[in-house]
């Protein structure tokens, strides 16, 4: 019988959050990309991702046996990722589509956290999971700009595979024995098939962009690597649903840095929608 999983931390607490700015500082990398081909600039961070992880390869162990079935199957789901990733962002705006998949993700973990891993967040706990979420999905809408239903559609659809390569990593992570030896094979391994993909469908001209843009690229994928490392290990130290909420709080982090650094506008909206992640996590505490 497993060991019950405790509330959050304050460790845990500030420890999730951290992967949250590093969230959003590697996607905000990739808006203020010149480039302008969000696939290729996605693939650089992908492909730094993996380089990292192998350069940590030797400095962690194997995972436990049990864990190999969950890297596997996380991998073809993150696959599943990054296609709808790019669907969302061909048929909608950055701004629009990534608050939606981030946002309405947590929702879904919590619902099918409790079914699959009986960890049914406290009357606290799920008001504050739906204040964050609610609070980032707000900072998707912008009065006076209207978007396509399509982008809508795809970035809900990649919600729905962010909650299941969540439940599916938690799993792993706590089968591992090693959090940083699961999280570590797995980015190693995950990003592998879709860089096969690109440079499958994108040929030559793919590799010379990623060739060009390997600084952007290696320093991504430092930061998309230590994030999703420490969300892992959070993940086997809290509620998953309570950890993939207050990892969202990237978009936040995103929205401010970009009303920051790229001189985007922040808004009554976005003020209201950061209050609620705000309040959200202080009843995540509670």
Known sequence: MTAPIPELSPGITLAVLGAGVLHAGWNALLKSARGGDAMLDTASVVAGSSACALLVLPLVPLPAPA????????????????????????????????????????????????????????????????????????IAFVPGRRHPPAAA???????????????????????????????TWLIFI??????????????????????CGWRRGVLGGMGSFAAYGIVLYAMTRAPVAAVAALRETSVLF??????????????????????????GIAALRL
């Open 254 to 279: 995103a929205a401010l840095i970009g009303a920051l650094w790229l001189r985007e506008g922040f808004g009554a909206v976005r003020i209201a929608g950061a209050a609620s992640v705000v309040i």
């Open 67 to 138: 864990a190999w079935k969950f890297v596997a199957a996380s991998s073809l789901v993150h696959f599943a990722y990054y296609a709808t990733l790019a669907q969302a962002y061909r048929t909608g705006d950055l701004s629009f589509a990534y608050p939606l998949m981030r946002g309405s993700a947590p929702l879904l973990v919590a619902v099918l956290g409790g079914v699959l891993l009986n960890e049914l967040p406290g009357a606290h706990a799920m008001a504050g999971i739906a204040l964050i979420c609610a609070g980032i999905v707000s």
């Open 190 to 211: 995950e990003g592998l098939p879709f860089l096969a993909w690109i440079a499958w469908r994108r040929g030559a001209p793919a590799l010379d962009y990623l060739r």
């Open 153 to 183: 559609g795809w970035a809900f659809a990649n919600a729905a595979v962010i909650a299941t390569y969540t439940l599916i990593d938690a799993s792993g992570a706590r089968a591992s024995g090693n959090a940083a030896a699961y999280a």
